[in-house]
């Protein structure tokens, strides 16, 4: 059976795409194939992002981890956050890990609609604790509570979801840590964990991680009978 074309968009100033490579190579699991985009600005267009089912990003608003001029720019960009919300209301997934999620009203706003959440900071890297906040979600099902050192993203909730999966840490406090909300035909997730390559490889993140690409595929769902 061939495996599902995935597009990862990674590799900015503070989150060299190597951690994202890595601990993607690390997955048990031979369902997905993985298409990495790094300079996402000069090579994602909407033709190519229509070719993936799911898209991951691992992206904050920044071309590459040696130019951090805006990866988002209107008449230049030709993939903007208007076209992922489409994308994502005609049907496909769409999956934002870590700095996937740095938007607010102040950093690319429509990034941060897109997502319905806005970013604030993080405390010093640090242990943090994720726990399971909806034991029946299916994105967190098999996930038992798990610690690691790194960066704990605080951020609001834009949208009207409620988080699956929460964090804390003594200099964070808790925060949500991972929601999802269905738009038009498509799904879209988000998991705020992610910064170190010891988190990916952690095998409650991983199996966080397949659970959330397998609902934003819509995999639960009844296959039609024809």
């Not at 795409?17 to 997955?27: D, F, H, K, S, T």
Request: charged share 20%; proline share 10%.
């Amino acid at each position: 059976m061939a495996r599902i074309p995935v597009l990862v968009l990674c590799d900015d100033l503070w989150h060299p795409a190597e951690v994202i490579e890595r601990g993607l190579a690390a997955l048990p699991q031979e369902k997905y194939a993985f298409s990495v985009v790094k300079t996402v600005k000069d090579i994602l267009t909407p033709a190519r992002l229509a070719a993936y089912p799911m898209t991951i990003c691992c992206k904050s608003n920044c071309v590459n981890q040696a130019n951090p001029a805006p990866w988002f720019e209107p008449g230049v960009t030709e993939v903007m956050p208007e076209d992922f919300e489409q994308y994502i209301r005609q049907g496909y997934g769409f999956l934002a890990i870590h700095s996937g999620l740095v938007y607010r009203d102040d950093m690319c706003p429509a990034m941060s609609r897109l997502l319905g959440s806005a970013f604030h900071g993080h405390p010093p890297r640090c242990e943090v604790h994720w726990q399971p906040a909806q034991p029946e979600h299916p994105i967190v099902r098999d996930v038992q509570p798990f610690s690691c050192r790194d960066e704990h993203y605080q951020i609001t909730l834009t949208c009207n979801e409620k988080p699956f999966l929460t964090s804390t840490s003594p200099s964070g406090g808790t925060q949500p840590a991972g929601f999802a909300r269905s738009l038009g035909a498509g799904r879209l997730c988000a998991l705020t964990p992610g910064h170190t390559l010891d988190v990916w490889e952690h095998p409650m993140f991983q199996r966080l991680l397949l659970n959330a690409m397998a609902w934003c595929l819509k995999e639960d769902e009844p296959c039609e009978q024809s």
